[in-house]
């Protein structure tokens, strides 16, 4: 409701006209009931949140769009999360764990990275450096690695928090421990534990 009233408005609080029954390419129109409704346009929906009676229910939307005293109506979609969801904690999470697939690659839409639960690039780090231990240069290679593989983030921002490496040095870096992992099976087994550990149920990053 709060977000149709936002829409409605849009062309009185942007100073286009000051009543919003004026604005003709609006479908305020067919929700008041000032012209017969286009079949695309539908209603039904949002006046039934007011009343099953038609009539009461235009006149009660009329009412709550005009029903605001000249206050600022805050923006509903400030509260938009990953550019698509507008909920509670609840909703959002139901989402999240219904409709968003964890290990897909989604690091070129920002939305849907926001959505998915990725690990942090520091804790890739952290746990390649657990398991690594002191062999510096091969838990950085695996980190970069399973960073490419499993955070969602671009390859900008990996090389960014790499010391600033460029986006084909870290896919280069993939693309040549990839072959390793082929060769290798002790590094194979490690770099397929990191991954079973990384991928535990974690809370995305804020």
């Not at 690695?145 to 969602?152: A, D, P, Q, V």
Request: hydrophobic content about 35%; overall charge positive.
């Amino acid at each position: 409701m709060e977000l149709s009233r936002y829409i409605h408005l849009n062309p009185a609080r942007a100073h286009i006209v000051k009543d919003p029954l004026m604005y003709p390419w609006s479908s305020y129109k067919d929700y008041a009931g000032d012209r017969k409704g286009w079949d695309w346009v539908k209603t039904d929906w949002i006046l039934g949140q007011i009343s099953g009676n038609e009539k009461r229910a235009r006149k009660g939307y009329r009412k709550f769009i005009l029903d605001v005293s000249g206050r600022e109506i805050r923006d509903p979609l400030e509260q938009v999360v990953g550019s698509a969801i507008l909920g509670s904690e609840e909703f959002v999470d139901w989402v999240r764990e219904k409709w968003v697939e964890k290990g897909a690659y989604h690091r070129d839409i920002p939305s849907l990275r926001q959505l998915s639960r990725w690990p942090e690039l520091l804790s890739i780090q952290r746990e390649t450096k657990n398991l690594f231990g002191k062999r510096a240069d091969e838990s950085r290679r695996v980190a970069l690695y399973l960073s490419h593989r499993l955070s969602g983030q671009s390859l900008g921002e990996i090389g960014r928090h790499f010391g600033g490496i460029g986006p084909s040095a870290v896919s280069q870096n993939t693309r040549r421990l990839e072959e390793r992992l082929e060769e290798d099976a002790k590094l194979s087994e490690k770099v397929n534990q990191l991954m079973r550990i990384l991928s535990e149920p974690f809370d995305p990053p804020a």
